[in-house]
């Protein structure tokens, strides 16, 4: 963790408090810190009574369950709510319309050109999953079957996920930005049946062509019969007969009715699947299910944003990750709230786009990721003063630690330094937030995701399983479950047990560094295995690295993260040629072009350092610590080296650093 000293130690000096606001406390969700430790104590006392309330209150069930819990960390094997029915799709949609919300905005789409702007009322959003879902089973697709969804930040993308919800198959997004070959990746792993892609993307102004991803990609997935194209940019794409078909014509045919019988699933069936990086091979197909992962969704946005029925909450995250799953489409929609969803970036055409937006539609809730609040702390206040922000109540944080000076501009200059801050730490596997404040209950210190929710026991563990003394470094842990936590890793039962049960018998392993400190507040220190936080995004090192030695002229290569001031971290490649290759700047930029068309442009390594050798141990294994400070420019103190094979390595590599500036 060396290479993100300057953040921890600019944390570790942290001393500021912000107590909660009084205005809004008396209407919230959770009023106090007393009411806060109430609703803890009891979920630590009684976790059945707590989640079986739960449930109940925020979730309409078919048939109630038998059993709230049943759980054993060492197997690993977890059910909630067994024995229970539900439809998600139902939940989020039909059920609003009986009570008052037939009319109310359920989505609110602005598209990337200011004036596309859509708003879905929950009856018309009801309609459009219907005719979907017809769509999907007059092509074949039923329950348990696999949907594969590669689409832009467009209504599309959340109307095909509750589509499948409603006829019980599984979805499997995969963000917009990622290449055909992760694609194609994905698609085969869970071999899904149908793929719903869309012509292109429009970024920053630019239409970027997706359609021939979607066909490269499909040349190598024989279990996908179907793609479904929706018209975005409408740019020229080539449509294979027999396979390809429009959607606005799918969905205008004359057999496609508004009228689509949700099915009754399990509480246990799957609801989705998401594909995330580990330290190790390829992506893991995280399995979240029905009944819990709902219940969660729903119990984390209601009380860690307080939301409301009268608010507009706006989360800036893609579909594509964890982010925009549970707190664009299902939480939100799940309460029957209000839910902003953007195409844009925050600098295009200007850095006060998302200011603007927030001013447009008078934003309530506003949730975005350091990464985002440091980019545009850069472009100066000017973009912020120059808006009207004063819709806004609650402000948000995910995705990676976010420094203190980064906290106190969003406070200032964003809330008006009255605002406050949730920041939420939790992951792809959590399937929502663990630990965060709650907005009108808990004091703040800059930097800290502060108290678990209730529900969530979380600790911090010394290396060998205890746990750790108050402000002593160790492993993020979960000691008990909780409903929204993954159930799997597709197909590969073997590998949920040894990422997530295998260090810590009994608990949860996050993978995250974390410390306690005296008041129980958790402050998150970033992974602990080998992958990379590249502006809030997860990168495994193995599969970059693997993308580079795929490349004809690399023998060997080892990727580490390198300290940012804006992304968090960027990547760093420590490259080997094969014999006879010279290491030119052109050859940099093949790689990078390479490693784009592998993996997706956020993979796109920003220093590539040709080297003669790695720094190894005598047993073949690379010393990434030594990597990450020759990346960070850190030459002090490389630790013990004793096992090193060839310790002259490491004065190669550090010239190679120098003459690389
Ligand atoms: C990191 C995103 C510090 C962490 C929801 C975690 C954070 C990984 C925070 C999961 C936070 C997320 N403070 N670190 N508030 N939130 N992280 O799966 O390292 O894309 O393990 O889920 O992001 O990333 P993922």
New binding site residues.
């Given amino acids: 963790m060396s290479d993100k000293s300057t953040n921890i130690e600019s944390l570790l000096k942290e001393k500021r408090i912000f107590e909660p606001p009084e205005e809004g406390r008396a209407a919230a969700w959770v009023k106090s810190l007393d009411e806060y430790r109430a609703h803890y104590r009891r979920s630590m006392e009684d976790p059945e009574g707590f989640w079986g309330d739960r449930a109940r209150e925020l979730v309409t069930w078919d048939r109630p369950w038998d059993k709230v819990l049943e759980a054993d960390f060492h197997e690993p094997s977890i059910r909630w709510f067994s024995g229970a029915r539900l439809n998600v799709a139902a939940n989020c949609l039909d059920r609003h319309l009986a009570v008052g919300r037939r009319n109310k905005a359920a989505l609110v789409w602005q598209g990337e050109p200011e004036d596309d702007v859509r708003v879905y009322t929950y009856q018309r959003l009801h309609t459009e999953v219907c005719r979907f879902a017809n769509v999907l089973r007059k092509m074949g697709v039923g329950k348990g079957d696999r949907v594969s969804i590669y689409l832009p930040m467009i209504p599309e993308l959340p109307i095909a996920m509750l589509a499948c919800a409603r006829i019980g198959a599984v979805h499997s997004v995969v963000f917009a930005g990622f290449s055909a070959h992760s694609l194609e990746n994905r698609i085969r792993d869970c071999e899904a049946k149908v793929l719903v892609t869309a012509d292109a993307v429009l970024r920053a102004g630019r239409t970027i062509p997706l359609k021939p991803n979607a066909d490269e990609a499909l040349r190598n997935c024989p279990s996908v019969s179907r793609c479904i194209v929706v018209r975005r940019a409408g740019n020229e794409v080539a449509m294979e007969p027999g396979r390809d078909s429009w959607w606005h014509d799918e969905m205008a045919a004359d057999d496609i009715t508004d009228r689509c019988e949700p099915e009754s699933m399990d509480a246990e069936d799957i609801l989705f699947i998401l594909y995330?990086?580990g330290s190790t091979g390829k992506p893991k197909g995280?399995i979240h299910t029905t009944g819990g992962y709902l219940t969660y969704a729903a119990h984390t946005t209601q009380w860690v944003f307080d939301l409301k029925d009268d608010d507009i909450f706006w989360c800036t995250?893609d579909i594509g990750?964890?982010?925009g799953h549970t707190y664009i489409v299902y939480g939100p929609l799940a309460l029957g709230g209000t839910s902003l969803m953007f195409e844009g970036v925050p600098t295009w055409p200007a850095p006060d786009r998302f200011w603007q937006v927030v001013e447009k539609f008078k934003v309530d809730i506003f949730y975005t990721a350091?990464t985002v609040i440091r980019a545009l702390m850069r472009e100066g206040v000017e973009w912020t003063r120059k808006r009207d922000l004063s819709s806004l109540r609650l402000l948000g944080?995910?995705?990676?630690?976010?420094n203190p000076e980064a906290w106190m501009w969003y406070h200032q200059h964003v809330g008006g330094g009255r605002l406050p801050i949730v920041?939420?730490?939790?992951?792809?596997?959590?399937g929502g937030?663990l630990?965060?404040a709650l907005p009108y209950a808990t004091p703040l210190k800059p930097g800290s995701?502060t108290l678990p929710l209730p529900g969530v026991d979380a600790d911090v563990f010394r290396e060998e399983g205890t746990p750790a003394p108050p402000n002593e470094g160790g492993h993020?842990v979960v000691k008990r479950p909780w409903p929204g936590m993954l159930r799997g890793v597709f197909g590969d039962p073997e590998r949920f047990r040894t990422t997530y049960f295998e260090r810590f018998p009994g608990v949860y392993d996050?993978?995250?560094g974390a410390r306690k400190d005296e008041d129980g507040y958790f402050w998150?220190?970033?992974?602990l295995d080998d992958?990379i936080?590249v502006s809030?995004?997860?990168l495994g090192t193995a599969e970059i690295e693997s993308a580079l030695v795929a490349h004809p002229a690399v023998a060997e290569a080892a990727v580490v993260g390198m300290p940012h001031p804006v992304k968090g971290q960027t990547i760093y490649a420590y490259v080997i040629l094969k014999a006879g290759v010279e290491g030119t700047d052109e050859l940099r930029a093949e790689l990078r072009t390479h490693v784009r068309k592998e993996i997706g442009p956020i993979a796109s390594p920003e220093v590539i350092q040709f080297s003669s050798g790695l720094p190894k141990t005598r047993s073949g294994k690379i010393m990434r610590r030594i990597l990450r400070k020759i990346a960070a420019g850190d030459y002090g103190d490389f630790g013990d080296t004793s096992t090193l094979a060839d310790p002259v390595v490491i004065e190669d590599l550090m010239a190679g650093k120098k003459a690389l500036l």
């Fill in positions: 995330t990086s995280v995250a990750w964890i982010t350091p944080s995910v995705g990676e630690p976010i920041d939420t730490w939790w992951q792809t596997e959590t937030i630990i965060s995701a993020l996050a993978g995250d998150i220190m970033g992974r992958v936080n809030g995004h997860r």
